[in-house]
């Protein structure tokens, strides 16, 4: 893996950052496809979905010195319902954060983004005491389950998705320094 030699930030999205989000969200969607992922199809997130994160001040994206948005996810500090049950067992009861809807622009694919995302996520949970992070993702996509089992996550079981939708969760225990 090639290390990031972006100078990158991170902030909360605006209704500004909308118009790149989706098309970033778009690329994604065609990549999951290609590889016969049968995640983020059918319109998933929607627009209202985006909205609502960016609303909520859940939403944040990842830009570079120049101010090109990189990537976006939306980080929730605190319970997801669809966490509520699981056929499994999440290591831990603690408060945890939530990741959904990471996407990192095509074209800065392979250059570490995602982890340094992870990194950001850990950093604010820890800052707010807080010493679980959570994250779900699609059976079949493997790039996926091995950057969440690479950054040190745990298999815990599956969950259902809002819409019923099987999902493979995952949870790291954070230390709090």
């Given amino acids: 893996m090639m290390r990031c030699p972006i100078d990158l930030r991170f902030r909360a999205a605006t209704e500004l950052d909308l118009p790149a989000i989706k098309r970033i969200i778009e690329e994604a969607q065609a990549k999951l496809c290609k590889?016969?992922?049968?995640?983020?199809?059918?319109?998933?997130?929607?627009?209202?979905?985006?909205?609502?994160?960016?609303?909520?001040?859940?939403?944040?994206v990842m830009i570079d010195d120049e101010g090109n948005l990189l990537g976006s996810f939306t980080l929730i500090m605190g319970d997801d319902p669809n966490y509520e049950v699981i056929k499994g067992a999440?290591?831990?009861n603690k408060p945890?954060?939530?990741?959904h809807r990471l996407a990192i622009a095509s074209r800065f694919q392979h250059l570490?983004?995602?982890?340094?995302?992870?990194?950001?996520?850990e950093q604010k949970a820890k800052s707010c005491s807080i010493r679980s992070f959570r994250v779900d993702t699609h059976e079949d996509n493997l790039?996926?389950?091995?950057l969440l089992e690479s950054v040190g996550f745990a298999y815990c079981g599956i969950i259902r998705?809002?819409?019923?939708?099987?999902?493979?969760?995952?949870?790291?225990?954070?230390?709090?320094?």
């Fill in 143 to 146: 790039p996926m389950r091995n």
């Fill in 161 to 177: 998705v809002a819409d019923g939708t099987p999902r493979r969760a995952y949870e790291k225990e954070l230390e709090l320094s």
């Fill in 96 to 99: 945890y954060v939530v990741l």
């Fill in 35 to 60: 590889a016969h992922v049968d995640q983020w199809q059918n319109g998933y997130p929607t627009d209202d979905i985006l909205r609502q994160d960016i609303t909520n001040e859940n939403c944040f």
């Fill in 112 to 121: 570490g983004l995602a982890r340094k995302c992870f990194s950001f996520i």
């Fill in 90 to 92: 999440w290591k831990s």
